[in-house]
Every structure is written in C-alpha cells, then in structure tokens.
C-alpha cells in the first residue's frame, strides 16, 4: 500500500513574513498527520525559518529547485548540500515552468534527480504535455521519453523512494482540470513504463501525484483512481482550502 503524498507548491509566492503566518495557520489546524505525508515548497528564501516552525509537526518541507554541482561558481544557484545542512525533505524538479521559463532539460532534471538522492532527499519529478501535444495524440510518447530520460541510471532501490507527479501543461492554474479519467490513465500508463524500465516491485512501490488546478471540489474524485497516490498542489495550497484538501485525503482509508 503506497502512502499518499499531498505537496503544496508555492511557487513564487508569500515574503518570508507571510510565509510564517500561513504556517502558524496550518500548524494550528495539520499538526499530526497519521496515515499521509504532507509537505510544502516554499521559497528558497523561506524554506530556513519554515522548517524549523515545523520540527514539531508532521508537515514535510520541500525545495522548488536545486542545482547539480556540489558547490562552486554558480551565481544564484543552491545546491543538494545545502538543502540537506537544513533538513529539507523533498525537492520538486522539471516543474514546467522551470522547463519553459529557465530552460531545465531532461538531462538536468536527470542530473538534478541523482544529486538529490546522494543526499537523502526525496525528488518530486514533474512531468506533462502541452495541449497541443495531447491534441496530436503525442502525449504518451512524450511523457515516456520525459521519464525514461528522469531516471536514467537511477538504481531500482532508489526509484522506489521518488515521486513522480504528473501535471499537464494545460492543466497548471488555469482551473482546467484534467477529468480524474485523463489524470488516472497517464498515471497508469507512467506506472507501466516505470515496470517497463525496472519491474513491477518498483512499479507498485513509486508514487505517482497528479497537478494541475487541484481543489477541495474534485479532491476526492482524483484521489479515488488507483493510480493516483496525492497531487501536487499550487493555486490552492496558498490558501486554507489546503487544510480542507489535506484533511479529506486524511479521511480515506
Ligand atoms: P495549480 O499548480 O494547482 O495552481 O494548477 C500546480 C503546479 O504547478 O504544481
């Protein structure tokens, strides 16, 4: 039985000031979480103070990018040591807006995926198609090529503890969901090519979330496909409708 996963991704969201108010926020209300994991991805500049807030809680934190050297002279870039010096516990990569606005590549992420697991810190892969791609019927293909590319020289212990979270381009804060039918078949089918590159331990072991335009209204629906083990939440993980998302995938046994 896979553990559900609820992430909440800020994105460029929240001074640091706002940050801890929504914390104190949610710390009052998700203090201990039984049976899920939940975290959130604040800002680089956040993430210090926000995870010591949380030492006491069962709320996870996570980075929204890294970079793949060690140290250096890379202007502007952090890198896995530096997550794991202050404990940070996920760190989302290939978002697509890293991928349309900063240039990120199947490599990198790839690169970025290996780092992340030399320092125990769990990657949440993102990948997706444009509408126009799942118009062309090239959404499978692309989604395949996007994960085999991920994982390349992952080892299969290590492919078991990451997350894959699948958001169609489309589907990312426009309030288009996918129908839980679109999101359940592309989580299928990335399980099946996971079983394809490594076995069906592996497989029945990752966890898969799904992203794009995630709310307290079809919560319930996505998290009651097979496939589907927790979302990866923007819009609305901002607001304390997160606390109502996280408490309703609490209720499911
Ligand atoms: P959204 O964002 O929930 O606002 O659509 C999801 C994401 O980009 O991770």
């Known amino acids: 039985m896979r553990r559900k996963i609820i992430a909440g991704n800020w994105k460029m969201n929240y001074t640091l000031t706002e940050a801890i108010n929504f914390v104190n926020i949610l710390k009052d209300n998700i203090l201990k979480v039984d049976n899920i994991d939940v975290g959130i991805c604040p800002t680089t500049i956040c993430l210090s103070d ?29 890198s896995a040591g530096m997550l794991k010096d202050i404990d940070i516990d996920y760190c989302i990569i290939g978002h697509s807006e890293r991928r349309q606005y900063f240039a990120e590549t199947d490599e990198g992420v790839n690169l970025k995926a290996k780092k992340l697991i030399e320092h125990n810190i769990t990657p949440i892969i993102c990948v997706g198609e444009t509408l126009s791609e799942r118009e062309q019927n090239s959404h499978f293909d692309l989604i395949k090529a996007q994960i085999i590319k991920a994982l390349k020289d992952i080892n299969e212990i290590d492919a078991k503890n990451i997350v894959i979270a699948y958001e169609p381009i489309w589907a990312i804060g426009t309030g288009v969901t996918a129908t839980s039918s679109q999101a359940e078949e592309m989580c299928k089918y ?64």
């Open 190 to 253: 990335i399980r099946d090519v996971i079983s394809e590159i490594y076995n069906e331990n592996v497989a029945e072991n990752i966890r898969i979330q799904y992203g794009g335009s995630v709310n307290i209204s079809n919560i319930d629906e996505l998290m009651s496909m097979p496939n589907i083990d927790g979302t990866l939440i923007g819009g609305a993980s901002l607001k304390p409708e997160f606390i109502d998302i996280i408490k309703s995938v609490e209720k499911i046994k």
């Open 50 to 78: 926000i995870k010591k807030m949380v030492k006491d809680t069962d709320i996870k934190v996570g980075a929204q990018n890294v970079y793949y050297e060690d140290k250096g002279a890379y202007t502007g870039e952090i």
